[in-house]
């Protein structure tokens, strides 16, 4: 039986191991401790479509501790995980993730535990759902010699702003503990249609998660089936037909500020899934005094304590220049 390990070494024996006939049982060592099945799965699978590792996972294929198991079931130290034979290819999938320069992905903070960016509008976190490659895999790109590099948390593809990738294991549990525990701290600027009515406001509607019938992930206010969800509105101005806002989260949904507002009766400005189509079509139009074609939705401020170190951060991502530019153009009309 294999233990995991974070060598070179080790992922080259299991991968040679999941080309072979023969089930393959690992036991899990401190570097795969908490980790997901099918992040290690891809691991030591790569160029194995993630769609046949969902599927044998599913199938009960892949066992822990000799049970079935799903794909997002967290691995844990000593665990002995069953790997059916994977036929494996060697050779090189043509097409590969472009790296990433920095000036397409300011890096905000680094160290040697966590590297810090402001993701753009239009990046996906993660390939997946239609999309090849994502943040995650084009930096690793653009790092070849970097050993480990994990998203910490996720942003919507069109949501821009601060995102925190871990550089260790050790940062990435302690990263996760923390935000379950409520202890990192997220701000978000946001445009929204409609005149805002209170300074402050605090949305606690449950939220539920649901796929429609063409496989689209979407989500709704439930108050039986959904999950406890807390966001804190606060005006910054108002601007007539629509409202600039700051937005604090209390948990972290899918979809979470986005769902609320349009509960509240404020899309988002060019929120393609929850939003007002037709105001969004004459936005990005001009409308509102200049071309405006992305959600408006933008990660601002994050403040926790380092995972490893300990150290206060206040890490913060300024407007990007499209919505900067939106903002400035509505205080000149309103002036």
Partial sequence: MSTLGNTPAFIDSARAQARSDAVVWVK????????????????????????????????????INKKRASVD???????????????????????????????????????????VVDKPAGLAAHGGSGVSFGL???????RPNQPYLELAHRLDRETSGVMILAKTRKALVRLHEMMREGEVHKSYRTLVLGDWVNDRQHVKAP?????????????????????????IFQLIERFGSVSYLNVDLKTGRTHQIRVHAQYCGHPLVGDEKYGDFEANKAIAKGSLGVPFKRMFLHAHHLSFKHPVTGAAMEITAPLPAECADLIACLKARKD
């Fill in 136 to 142: 995650i895999e084009r930096v690793r790109a653009a």
């Fill in 207 to 231: 939220l539920h998660k649901y796929v429609t019938a063409s496989g689209e992930r979407r989500v709704c206010v439930d108050p039986e089936h959904g999950l406890p969800s807390h966001t």
């Fill in 28 to 63: 899990i060592g401190p570097d795969a401790d908490g980790q997901r099945l099918d992040n290690f799965l891809f691991r030591i699978a790569k160029g194995v479509p993630k769609s046949h590792l969902y599927r044998i996972v599913r199938a009960g294929e892949v066992r």
């Fill in 73 to 115: 079931t967290r691995l844990t130290l000593g665990d002995e995980l069953r790997v059916p034979p994977i036929r494996v290819t060697d050779k090189p999938k043509k097409e590969v993730a472009r790296p990433i320069s920095a000036d397409d992905l300011p890096i905000l903070y680094e160290d040697e535990h966590l590297l």
